[in-house]
């Protein structure tokens, strides 16, 4: 009977699909504003990747440490990404999500979700999952561009961004993200670290 109870304790009980529903919403919403600040712009939009590992950093963090378990981060991939492909991005944006969600999981996982260093280079790892299109715009160009004008982007903006976009760009969006991942996770540590003790979050 006990080691039934613990099996179930190893799960996600309702109490943690509601807080993973709601952290994963929020952390949407964060993801959200900070790239969208870049993405109205086609001379700007190579930056929605570096805005939007601005702000979630820090609910990423608490989402771990409400739910030190598999299967949050995952699912906040799964609903970051399937509602930015709803809203017209680019389908790797949805496959990055998905992916970059699995692999921040195990990345945690190492650590029993417990290792806040591990944690952060999770959140560092998710954010590089709007680098998708950009990496498709640099590298097969023609077929990122004939995908976004049938999801009904403006031949304008997709001809601005060919006129702006420069190889060199690509590596820069990179290594722009995880810095800013990196920071923004820093911040999180540094807001949340009363929290972090309370979950037994150690460096």
């Not at 993200?177 to 540590?189: E, N, P, Q, R, Y």
């Amino acid at each position: 009977m006990s080691g039934i109870s613990q099996k179930n304790n190893k799960g996600m009980t309702i109490k943690d699909m509601v807080t993973t529903g709601i952290f994963a919403a929020l952390c949407f919403v964060l993801i959200m504003l900070g790239g969208a600040v870049f993405g109205v712009n086609p001379v700007l939009t190579f930056a929605v990747p570096i805005g939007s590992a601005l702000l979630a950093g820090p609910v990423f963090l608490l989402l771990i440490a409400k739910v030190p378990k598999n299967g949050p981060l995952i699912i906040t991939g799964i609903v970051t990404g399937a509602i930015l492909f709803a809203t017209g991005m680019h389908w790797t944006t949805d496959i990055g999500y998905i992916l970059m969600g699995i692999v921040a999981n195990y990345i945690a996982a190492a650590g029993g979700f417990k290792k806040i260093r591990l944690n952060i280079i999770a959140y560092m790892v998710f954010s590089l999952a709007g680098v998708g299109p950009y990496a498709t715009f640099f590298l097969a160009r023609d077929t990122f561009m004939s995908y976004m004008i049938k999801k009904g982007t403006e031949q304008d903006y997709l001809d601005t961004m060919t006129n702006t976009g420069q190889m060199w760009m690509l590596p820069a969006i990179i290594i722009g993200t995880l810095l800013v991942a990196f920071i923004s996770g820093l911040i999180g540590k540094w807001l949340l670290n009363k929290q972090f003790e309370k979950a037994g979050i150690t460096v």
